[in-house]
């Protein structure tokens, strides 16, 4: 079932090996293997609880794995925070976007990345605000209101703003267009396209299969903590269904063939 | 020329001028932004009734002797105000300060150290306490509630302890150091001079940002606000301390007291420390995901709470000339706490101002003072003050339900 991946160029800016995680007696992760290169698109598809927001979160300094090793440019590295996974160049949206609603979007937009510490530039923070949601399209009326005012998808929008403002060599979206409108989720996928020309890693993390063939280069499937399958984006939506769910007899394809029985 | 960056949406209502000031006013009260206003209608009330009930209550020299009195409650309050942002509490304050009120009484009369000295390890004791309270919380998971409540007796122990069987130091009503809490006011050229200097600094800052905001084509609001919002301010506090020259005058110490606040108010709205410590209040995880070292933040507000605890208790002594057993019990942990909510420090972390220690503690000791005058006995006065408090509360949280249905968080 594993379509071997056309073979990306040069050595992976990102690469996970034997990655596990455990809860308590939950294993969320269990030896994971992964690799990222400059320049590729990476998506991450499992079905709820699979694994991949905890994935996304170990990448991201949230979590401590358990056990295995990262390397980021081929040094093996501990991301045992946050903060050093960014100032590795890896940037995260995370699924519950992690913004202070007490804050307003300026704010949150530069939170612990203020321009000049000892004097907050307000006007030169607030006019970049506004350029990195010019382009993505943001329908934001003021940037000076608190996070809590704004709409689900006006917050994602935010919080995939914030993932850009540091220049990150990977950057790292769990479900960016879950809350989206037409127009944002079609300004998110070009602007993964366009970090992608650019040369970043790209891991994004979507039930939307369309939205996934639309602009990853590989298609990685976890299912309950482990790798199951990487994929090319022509591989069928039966062969990513069954990878997903683990069986080719299944909810979604027993629902396909009921319907295609009814036509 | 292009509308401002910040007003292509056109759903954005421009609250230019006055009257759009005015409008955003309302608004955001109506939201259960309430910021400072239950605190400057509390004490128009509070004046109200007392002068009516006793008029020596509104007498200049009464109001001097107030400000002596909330200069050292607070200081106390004004690092209550950084541990509230960040969402904890420090149940010790009282007992800190106690502690080092003792301390100075001990090191300068009994062991004849120089009163800077004195006073400059009791605050260093103070930061460490805080510091000890950061680590307990932040290594060991320790509720902040629980570990300064042992504190509050820890620390009371400590007092009673360095104190002796004797129980209270009496400091030399000649030194400048007793003459700053009790006596020593500003000249009257100098008090009129400084009450200038706000409308000042606003005008002066607000015009340069104005010039900085247009430049980059952002919008900005019409000068007409910024400078009837210096005069009125200019023309309220020139009356104010008119009025108290009328008696003694404007305390030094009051003079310190406001300067912490603006340094405390500066820290917190300017620097990236600042922003910290908000978004820790607000969304400990999410600052912790943005890369701020929560721990760090932790120490910093903690320290500092502990650090002004001992300041304002050094400033008791001097305003009461003895280091005794009760300095710091009853109820100067709780009036400390109190000024910060009475002022609209948020108890549920992420919101409040500095400023918010100055009035709450002009109201506290309003409060406290008018009580005085009527004569009344402490077990009234302990109750009348809780109920204050309990009214300052529910504002508290009814005005944060009112923000979260409106969506103001
Ligand atoms: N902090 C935690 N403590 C305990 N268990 C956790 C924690 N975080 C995740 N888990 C468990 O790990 C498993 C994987 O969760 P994860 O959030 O990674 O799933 P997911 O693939 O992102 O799912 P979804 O598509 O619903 O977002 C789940 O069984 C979850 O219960
Ligand atoms: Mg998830």
């Keep these: ?263 | 020329m292009t509308a401002p960056l910040d007003r292509a949406d056109q759903r954005l209502r421009a609250d230019d001028g006055l009257t759009g000031a005015l409008r955003a006013f309302f608004d955001r009260v109506r939201a259960g932004d309430l910021g400072m206003l239950p605190v400057v209608v509390g004490l128009v009330v509070i004046s109200a009734v007392f002068t009516a009930l006793n008029p020596v209550f509104l007498v200049p020299n009464n109001l001097v002797n107030l400000l002596f009195d909330c200069a050292t409650v607070g200081i106390i309050s004004l690092g209550v105000v950084c541990v509230l942002l960040v969402g904890e509490i420090d149940l010790s304050i009282g007992s800190m300060s106690g502690l080092a009120s003792a301390m100075v009484g001990t090191l300068w009369v009994n062991e004849g150290w120089p009163i800077g000295f004195a006073i400059l390890s009791a605050v260093l004791v103070g930061a460490l306490v805080g510091w000890i309270y950061a680590s307990l919380f932040s290594r060991l998971g320790m509720p902040s509630f629980v570990a300064t409540l042992s504190g509050l007796l820890g620390l009371l122990g400590l007092q009673l302890y360095i104190l002796g069987p004797t129980g209270s130091i009496n400091l030399p009503f000649e030194s400048p150091f007793v003459r700053f809490g009790q006596l020593m006011i500003m000249p009257h050229w100098f008090s009129h001079l400084a009450a200038l200097v706000p409308g000042v600094v606003i005008l002066a800052t607000g015009l340069r940002r104005r010039a900085r905001r247009l430049r980059a084509n952002l919008s900005a609001p019409a000068p007409t606000g910024l400078i009837l919002k210096a005069v009125v301010l200019s023309a309220a506090l020139e009356f104010a301390v008119w009025y108290l020259n009328l008696g003694r005058g404007v305390p030094w110490m009051f003079g310190l007291f406001v300067l912490l606040v603006v340094a405390l108010d500066y820290g917190l709205t300017h620097t990236k420390w600042g922003r910290s410590v908000l978004a820790v209040g607000g969304n400990r995880e999410a600052a912790r995901r943005a890369g701020i070292n929560v721990a760090r933040i932790h120490a910093t507000a903690f320290m500092l709470c502990a650090s002004l605890a001992a300041l304002g208790g050094t400033l008791s002594a001097a305003r009461l000339a003895s280091s005794s057993q009760q300095a710091g019990t009853g109820d100067v942990n709780l009036n400390a706490i109190a000024a910060a909510v009475i002022g609209g420090t948020s108890l549920f972390g992420g919101r409040g101002s500095a400023w918010s220690a100055l009035l709450g503690v002009i109201v506290i000791q309003a409060i406290s003072s008018g009580l005085t005058l009527l004569n009344l006995s402490s077990s009234l006065r302990y109750m009348i003050t809780g109920a204050v408090l309990a009214i300052a509360v529910i504002v508290d949280s009814l005005a944060r339900r009112s923000r979260i249905s409106h969506g103001r968080a």
């Design chain 1, 1 to 263: 079932m594993t379509d071997s991946p056309k073979s990306p160029r040069g050595a992976p800016i990102l690469s996970l090996r034997g990655i596990s995680k455990t809860f308590g007696a939950v294993s969320a992760l269990t030896d994971i293997e992964l690799d990222i290169h400059a320049g590729e698109v990476v998506a991450l598809v499992g079905d709820n609880g699979a694994g991949k927001s905890t994935l996304v979160k170990v990448l991201a300094g949230v979590h401590r794995p358990s056990a295995g090793t990262i390397r980021v440019g081929g040094q093996e590295v501990t991301l045992d925070s946050p903060a050093r996974a960014m100032q590795l160049g890896i940037a995260t949206v995370y699924q519950d976007l992690a913004l202070c609603e007490n804050l307003d979007v300026v704010a949150n937009l530069f939170l612990g990345h203020e321009l000049s510490p000892w004097n907050l530039d307000e006007v030169a923070m607030e006019v970049r605000a506004w350029t990195l949601l010019q382009e993505l399209a943001a329908r934001i009326p003021s940037v000076r209101e608190p996070i809590a005012s704004l709409s689900g998808g006006q917050r994602q929008t935010v919080a995939i703003a914030r993932s850009l403002l540091l220049d990150p060599r990977i950057i790292m979206l769990d479900e960016p267009t879950a809350a989206l409108g037409v127009a944002q989720t079609a300004e998110v996928l070009n602007l993964i396209e366009r970090v992608r020309d650019r040369g970043l890693g790209v891991i994004m993390i979507s039930h939307n299969m369309e939205d996934v063939r639309a602009v990853a280069d590989r298609i990685v499937v976890l299912r309950l903590g482990r790798n199951n399958g990487i994929f090319d984006r022509s591989a069928s939506h039966q062969e990513l269904v069954a990878a997903i769910t683990g069986a080719n007899d299944n909810s979604v394809s027993r629902r396909m063939e009921r319907k295609e029985a009814r036509t």
